[in-house]
């Protein structure tokens, strides 16, 4: 009877060893996810110079007036080019032809090509740099308006989407020279953009030079580090017939979730109706001051990875909210006027706008990005709205874009003729 | 006979000094050299290979080119990140410098500073991509001698260091790591909330030669709530090559174009 237990011990021990193991196993899910990891290929992607889409858009616009829908289609192709073709010497084109049925506005094309860069740059040491050519010299640290960004001034020929980040995307560069002198923690630039031109061209494939550079402009940037994580960027813009401007640029992080950022430009000039008026040939008196642009605000990330960000803007080259309120009625011709000019040079007709952006990576499900903007004008309470749901895969992309445009009927986003418009996208890289 | 007895006491004064020159180590000093393990203590640049999978099925990868520098003031690596992969991102970049996050995009032109918070590759926070010395920002308090799984299911004797963040720029509050005794190859890292929520897992794994000592080419990450969740970083093409500290800021990154 002694013996029985004897015989079977080193299998039950052998048994008991292999169930606490395979427990161990059940246990332990960090072998199942090596497991999973073992899969990884072994493939490694290498950097491509080139990056190519095309994307076709399909929405509808439902009209202030009348409430009428209309429908629209739009292909875009889009390329960038950017190699380094000999030690130091780096080539860069970058060009996107929109097709838009109906064309985007009255009296335009339905084909819009925008030449967006072509330079050279020349890497003379490692901290000094020239380039010359069409580039998109681009300043700012604000995310709904920059005030700092002064080239943006008739850079947009064809306007896709009101998302911000789409209008600093499409829009034409300046012909410059540009220098650049690094130093650890700083930097000086400086570029001169000559006046090539005097007339438009808004034909379908026209470079159209003289949109942004009609007048000579040069731009004086210095960032210097002045303490851990404080890099002020200090700049000097002049444009011909126009004072000097000053600019600064300022972010700092408040603790691991919040960056805030405060962006400025100063100086003496006319007022945005002024300009409007003089630039058609209406005499109207000089009003120079020295005015203040501003944007300031702060982002906020939250836990779950959506970042809120809003905005104070100052315009202060608008018309105050009475003159405002009033210019529709006192003259819609004025009014008509002051419009097209602030298109042009991206400015609000009033001084303060509200500005919040909020977004969102892998919302809902893994890889569909969600983000919601609004814009609301202090002096006439109209408002605009814009929400993007963007699904992307390895090569593709499908978005679908919501606007609404609100206010009364000559305030700065109730004049939209649309309404409200819807639009849904699909992207495609080569 | 006499061979024998004079070799056994050769390896116990070895194994004797062995042992000192252990005991000698401090826990800190351990964590130290695994830092040189992973980091060559030069500049340098990789290409690391992220591909994220959940419930056993690939959900996502990124390709991105990794230039770090460590920054002769605080020790830490200052580091510029390049998308290689998806299309879509290529040539995106992002600047990190201890708390200075810049990303930049060049189609748009615009570069926007970020905060720590505002992860950009899925469940690899920036701390996991980026270069970083973990004895510059981590206090181990201790050391104790434990076998471990490593990556490659291989049973490893490890130092078991339990670390706590020193300085405000850590990115976990408390971290355990299994380094091996011997050669302080890091094989696991256990990273913990302030509540002691386990945070991730983090295995060191296939150890190649590169750049003249064996260091891991790769790391899987293991999320703490969903084990299914794991993204595996694999570095290749580790060069010694030039940053110049000109490069690692916000105005350079319109320039920056590697050959």
Request: positive net charge.
């Amino acid at each position: 009877m002694r013996r029985k237990p004897s015989v079977f011990k080193p299998g039950i021990c052998a048994l008991m060893g292999l169930l606490a193991m395979n427990v161990y196993a059940r246990q332990d899910p960090d072998l199942d996810a090596l497991k999973v990891a073992d899969q990884m290929p072994a493939t490694v992607e290498q950097p491509s110079n080139w990056r190519l889409f095309i994307e076709a858009g399909a929405g509808v616009n439902r009209a202030r007036l009348g409430g009428a829908s209309q429908q629209f289609q739009r292909l875009s192709l889009d390329l960038q080019y950017d190699n380094s073709f000999a030690p130091g010497w780096r080539a860069v084109l970058s060009d996107r032809l929109d097709v838009s049925w109906p064309p985007q506005a009255t009296g335009l094309s339905r084909d819009i090509n925008t030449i967006k860069e072509a330079y050279l740059s020349w890497q003379v040491q490692t901290d000094q740099i020239l380039d010359l050519g069409r580039i998109n010299a681009r300043n700012g640290v604000a995310l709904g308006y920059n005030p700092t960004d002064y080239f943006r001034t008739s850079a947009l020929r064809s306007v896709v989407s009101v998302d911000p980040a789409s209008l600093k995307e499409n829009r034409q560069g300046s012909i410059m020279l540009r220098g650049q002198k690094l130093w650890n923690g700083g930097s000086l630039t400086a570029l001169y953009s000559p006046k090539l031109a005097d007339e438009r061209n808004y034909s379908s494939f026209s470079p159209d030079v003289a949109a942004t550079n009609g007048q000579d402009r040069w731009l004086l940037t210095l960032s210097q580090q002045v303490m851990d994580g404080i890099t002020p960027q200090l700049l000097l813009y002049k444009a011909e017939k126009q004072p000097v401007q000053i600019g600064l640029n300022l972010t700092a992080l408040l603790n691991d979730s919040t960056v805030v950022f405060a962006e400025w430009s100063g100086g003496r000039s006319q007022s945005s109706f002024t300009q409007a008026m003089r630039q058609i040939g209406i005499t109207y008196p000089d009003d120079s001051a020295f005015r203040n642009h501003s944007a300031t605000g702060l982002t906020y990330t939250t836990s779950n990875r959506i970042s809120l960000t809003a905005e104070l803007e100052y315009n202060g080259g608008g018309l105050d909210q009475e003159k405002w309120n009033n210019l529709g009625q006192a003259s819609l011709q004025s009014y008509g006027i002051y419009r097209r000019f602030l298109q042009g040079v991206q400015e609000t007709p009033a001084k303060r706008t509200v500005f919040v952006y909020a977004s969102r990576q892998d919302a809902l499900i893994n890889h569909l990005d969600l983000a919601a903007m609004s814009r609301y004008d202090m002096a006439d309470s109209s408002r605009m709205s814009w929400m993007e749901a963007r699904y992307h895969l390895k090569h593709t992309e499908f978005a679908l874009q919501w606007q609404r445009n609100s206010g009364k009927s000559l305030s700065n986003y109730g004049a939209a003729p649309q309404m409200q418009s819807w639009q849904l996208l699909a992207r495609y890289y080569f | 006979m006499n061979y024998l007895k004079s070799s056994v006491v050769c390896f116990v004064i070895a194994g004797l000094f062995m042992g000192t020159a252990q005991a000698a180590q401090s826990p800190q000093e351990i964590l130290a050299a695994s830092d040189v393990v992973r980091n060559p203590d030069y500049p340098f640049g990789l290409t690391n290979t992220l591909i994220e999978y959940r419930a056993g099925k690939q959900t996502d990868t990124s390709t991105l080119s990794i230039y770090s520098k460590a920054d002769p003031n605080s020790g830490q690596f200052r580091s510029l990140i390049r998308y290689v992969a998806p299309a879509r991102d290529a040539n995106k970049l992002i600047l990190f410098s201890g708390k200075d996050l810049w990303f930049y995009d060049p189609s748009s032109k615009a570069s926007i500073r970020m905060s720590p918070q505002q992860r950009l590759l899925g469940q690899a926070s920036n701390g996991d991509v980026v270069t970083v010395n973990l004895a510059k920002d981590y206090q181990a308090v201790s050391a104790v001698e434990e076998d471990t799984q490593d990556g490659d299911r291989q049973t490893k004797h490890c130092n078991k260091l339990s670390m706590n963040a020193s300085t405000p720029d850590a990115t976990y509050h408390h971290i355990d790591m299994w380094i091996e005794v011997g050669n302080n190859h890091p094989v696991k890292a256990k990273f913990y909330t302030e509540s002691g929520k386990l945070l991730k897992t983090a295995y060191y794994r296939r150890y190649e030669k590169q750049l003249g000592i064996d260091r891991p080419t790769e790391t899987v990450i293991i999320d703490g709530l969903d084990p299914t969740w794991v993204t595996v970083m694999r570095y290749s093409n580790l060069v010694r090559r030039e940053v110049p500290d000109q490069w690692l800021q916000r105005d350079y990154l319109p320039r920056f174009k590697p050959e």
